[in-house]
């Protein structure tokens, strides 16, 4: 019996002016698996990634999710998808608190821009309680560490229910006794 795939880049190349930032790229995930793609800085680790969260488009290649090809042509096909991405530079909004920031464009607005903020809160605090990430979601951004940030972006993906988590340079912005 062949073996499904979650994911899979193949054949992907990518080039900007004067670079060849990914040359025939396959990479494969299955579900359940981690993997860490490692190299010097420059060597096209975040565009190949970017481009499976659909930041760029690829030159050459096919992106398949579940056995199905996709054209991914924005993070909000890919969030469609299962695809969420944790950026090294994180996507918040400094003066929105945590919840606004984990449900800011996943939930529908209720009654000309009031957003159901009870059913969400109740929907991540379950979400925290499983992944033991606890955050005071009352918090505003702009008053908490980096490192939770980078707990609000992992719960915005989880929020959205996305089962392809993609992390870039997860540990580049925290400190030692951090990581």
Not at 33 to 47: D, M, P, R, V, Y
Not at 84 to 89: F, I, L, N
Not at 96 to 122: D, H, R, S
């Amino acid at each position: 019996m062949e073996e499904k795939y979650v994911m899979e880049m193949e054949h992907i190349s990518k080039s900007f002016p004067g670079i060849k930032a990914n040359d025939d790229i396959t990479f494969r995930l299955r579900k359940g698996e981690i993997h860490a793609l490692l190299g010097e800085n420059g060597a096209g680790k975040s565009t190949l990634m970017s481009i499976l969260f659909g930041l760029y488009q690829p030159d050459e290649g096919v992106i398949k999710v579940h056995g199905k090809e996709v054209n991914i042509k924005n993070p909000n096909v890919a969030n469609e998808l299962g695809i969420g991405m944790v950026h090294q530079h994180f996507k918040l909004v400094d003066a929105f608190t945590v919840l606004e920031n984990i449900i800011l464009g996943a939930e529908p607005v209720k009654y000309k821009f009031l957003l159901k903020k009870t059913t969400a809160k109740n929907k991540i605090n379950k979400i925290c309680d499983r992944y033991d990430l606890h955050v005071d979601l009352n918090a505003k951004i702009e008053d908490i560490t980096v490192s939770m940030q980078q707990k609000t972006e992992i719960l915005k993906m989880l929020y959205r229910d996305n089962d392809i988590l993609i992390f870039d340079e997860p540990t580049a912005v925290l400190s030692p006794q951090e990581i």
